[in-house]
């Protein structure tokens, strides 16, 4: 009886079975065109605003973050008052030129590392204008901010910004499956600031924030569990480096590397006994991490007299000057300020937050490190209190990737209960949707950012409109 049941089941395992019709999406292939589309669709955003608006350098903070790299290029000096005035539509521009450090120079409170970005592709977009005006009968002025400027010096930002999307993506590939990866880091492009910060503002610094912390989180995990080589330490500190000088506060993601870097370090240094190599590789990122900071002390030393300086100490908003509050955090003002509380303009990061709180719970010292690092970030955010206006609170741009690794962990516990899965698909398809509405809303002029966000008039105060500073 037993030997019949065998022969039966071998003859039903040779039947061929008929297969569903599909559109030939495996898994892998799927995975591919999503991350494919962390590619696309930020360019598909920079194309239209591109072509809707023509300039794409136009906000306040994104002439003082480019005026540096146009003063260096075409000057080569620090003074940016004739930079900010020549800008077009800079409104504020006569304000900020007016204002003097006191060595005599006009006060940019602004940090470089952006600029040293741009400073390429606007050396690239100087060429395109020569050729063009070789070729063209009308020319174009060489000033940084025609056409060709316009275009290129925020494209390099939205190259570096996509960088950090997909590097963020391997990294969730590594503790996640790829598919989890790749819809988890759709969700928060869509469904946070990253996107706006990436495709339609790049050049406000934030994008070059994205990366800078993606490329730090990959370099550390990778040295983790592939080992410590000297292009790992080298490269680690260029990224340091350049992360710490584009926005300062991102100093708090070191907490990264420390955590995995330092041991295997110390393993290099004390378990194999190669204490002159270890001393070398480390010397190297420190030295190259460095250099990336001359350009920010050179222009410390001229504006403020000095090569380390908090530019910010100098700066008043609304009469008070722009310190931290260290031993005071307002832990709700991220999350409720009625003009830039995430939870009004990103509601979804809400559910991103608390699967990033819960990647402590893992077993992976990767995933611990990176919500570790999120909640340092976060407390330091609970202590900026100048911060009124932008698309969600733009200091939490810089946990894109932590959120997304957040995101996959949600992901994880709601694959095991339909009802959960079910839950989880229509806040996030709600999430987007209405990130994708107020998108639309600024982009059509319905609603502004720095007013109060619709979905806080929805709630609380249907008449508000500009919101008083929450001191």
Not at 174 to 193: K, Q, S
Not at 324 to 333: A, E, N, S, V
Not at 439 to 464: H, K, M, N
Request: net charge positive; glycine share 8%.
């Amino acid at each position: 009886m037993k030997r019949a049941h065998v022969r039966i089941s071998e003859q039903a395992a040779t039947i061929p079975l008929r297969r569903a019709p599909s559109l030939g999406l495996t898994r892998s292939r799927l995975t591919a065109l999503l991350v494919a589309g962390l590619v696309l669709l930020p360019v598909l955003g920079f194309v239209y605003n591109a072509l809707r608006y023509g300039r794409l350098i136009r906000l306040t903070d994104e002439y003082l973050y480019y005026v540096h790299a146009r003063s260096w290029y075409f000057d080569g000096d620090c003074e940016y008052a004739n930079d900010m005035l020549m800008a077009p539509g800079f409104e504020t521009a006569s304000h900020y030129a007016g204002v003097e450090t006191r060595t005599g120079y006009t006060r940019n409170h602004f940090n470089c590392g952006t600029a040293l970005v741009s400073v390429p592709f606007l050396a690239v977009a100087d060429g395109m204008t020569l050729v063009h005006n070789r070729l063209a009968d009308e020319p174009l002025p060489r000033d940084g901010y025609s056409t060709y400027f316009q275009f290129m010096v925020p494209l390099g930002h939205l190259l570096l910004g996509i960088g950090g999307l997909l590097a963020g993506y391997a990294v969730a590939a590594r503790y996640f499956p790829p598919l989890v990866a790749a819809v988890a880091m759709h969700i928060v492009l869509l469904g946070t600031n990253a996107f706006y910060y990436i495709a339609i503002e790049p050049a406000h610094g934030h994008a070059a924030s994205i990366a800078w912390v993606a490329f730090l989180l990959y370099l550390s995990d990778t040295i983790r569990h592939h080992g410590i080589t000297l292009r790992r330490c080298a490269l680690l500190g260029v990224v340091s480096g350049m992360m710490v000088v584009t926005r300062p506060q991102d100093l708090f993601w070191g907490i990264v590397p420390v955590v995995l870097v330092l041991p295997t370090w110390l393993r290099l240094v004390v378990g194999e006994r190669r204490l002159l190599r270890g001393l070398a590789w480390a010397g190297a990122a420190g030295l190259l991490a460095s250099l990336c900071y001359v350009p920010q002390a050179i222009v410390n030393w001229h504006l403020f007299g000095e090569f380390i300086h908090n530019a910010y100490a100098e700066v008043h908003v609304h009469g008070r000057p722009a310190v931290l509050h260290w031993t005071d955090p307002d832990l709700t003002r991220a999350l409720f300020f009625p003009s830039t509380g995430i939870l009004w303009t990103s509601p979804l990061v809400v559910v991103c937050m608390m699967g990033t709180v819960c990647l402590l719970r893992r077993r992976e010292w990767t995933l611990r490190a990176t919500a570790l690092a999120f909640l340092a970030v976060y407390y330091l955010v609970a202590c900026v209190w100048w911060v009124f206006t932008g698309f969600g609170h733009r200091y939490l741009s810089s946990c894109t990737i932590a959120f997304a690794l957040g995101t996959c962990l949600v992901m994880m516990w709601a694959s095991r209960r339909r009802w959960l899965a079910a839950l989880l698909t229509t806040l996030a398809v709600a999430g987007i949707g209405w990130q994708t509405g107020l998108l639309l809303a600024w982009d059509r002029g319905w609603w502004d950012i720095g007013q109060v966000s619709p979905l806080y008039r929805l709630f609380f105060s249907p008449s508000a409109d500009w919101c008083e500073p929450w001191v």
